[in-house]
């Protein structure tokens, strides 16, 4: 078991750019989760994978998010023509299925849009 | 839908004293209970989680905390603080496929 791991940890983008982030989960767990966390506040549900499929998705996925999970395994989020608001640490998690299960979060990737 | 408050974005204490993190939570069905701690420029990590077997839990670094029902309440305590202890702690709530988290306590040790 390594862990969940995110890349790049850091990643600093001009307005208007296009930036991918990756997760690579526990091998054994089917679910993985994206967050999304600001300065002085706790993590917010981005949306969340079962194997391949998409689940769920928040309200706070704008068109200009996606994210996908080809064959249940690693994870991409893309984020389309990037806003200063789009600034945060973006945050991968892991889990089995049950809701009492617990999630294993990577690292994050810590996005700055100039 | 369910949700997180935690009191106090600070908590300051000296080393050797207790800690007390607090945590209430609203929810319509028996809640999943949980606290993180994140180290800076660390991921989050699981202290301990309420699952309604015992509703006191042991967790990990010497933290423990209670369910109470009547409070809707899951403080977090440590009897005795150390230095690196010094880190966020976020309360956190089960909701079928997600986490809802509170806004986090940052604890800060006094030497």
């Known amino acids: 078991d390594t862990g969940v791991s995110q890349n790049p940890r850091h990643k600093i983008t001009k307005r208007g750019q296009n930036v991918t982030f990756r997760c690579d989960p526990i091998s054994e767990h089917n679910r993985l989760y994206w967050y999304r966390q600001t300065l002085g506040q706790g993590p917010e549900f981005l949306t969340y994978f079962q194997n391949e499929a998409q689940l769920e998705k928040s309200r706070l996925l704008s068109d200009r998010f996606s994210a996908e999970r080809p064959k249940g395994s690693f994870s991409t989020l893309e984020i389309q023509r990037t806003e200063q608001g789009d600034s945060a640490m973006y945050l991968c998690?892991?889990?089995?299925?049950?809701?009492?299960?617990?999630?294993?979060f990577g690292p994050g990737t810590r996005l700055t849009v100039l | 839908a369910q949700s997180v408050t935690q009191l106090g974005s600070h908590v300051s204490v000296s080393e050797g004293a207790l800690v007390l993190l607090r945590c209430n939570y609203s929810?319509?069905?028996?809640?999943?209970l949980f606290w993180y701690v994140q180290y800076p420029n660390q991921g989050l990590q699981l202290l301990l989680k309420?699952?309604?077997?015992a509703t006191l839990v042991k967790g990990i670094n010497g933290f423990e905390a209670e369910f109470k029902k009547s409070e809707t309440s899951f403080h977090l305590t440590k009897p005795s603080a150390h230095m690196s202890d010094a880190a966020e702690y976020f309360c956190a709530v089960s909701e079928d496929y997600q986490l809802i988290w509170g806004a986090g306590t940052k604890l800060i040790i006094k030497p």
């Open positions: 309420y699952t309604s077997a």
């Open positions: 929810s319509s069905v028996p809640p999943y």
């Open positions: 998690a892991s889990s089995l299925t049950g809701r009492t299960d617990t999630q294993y």
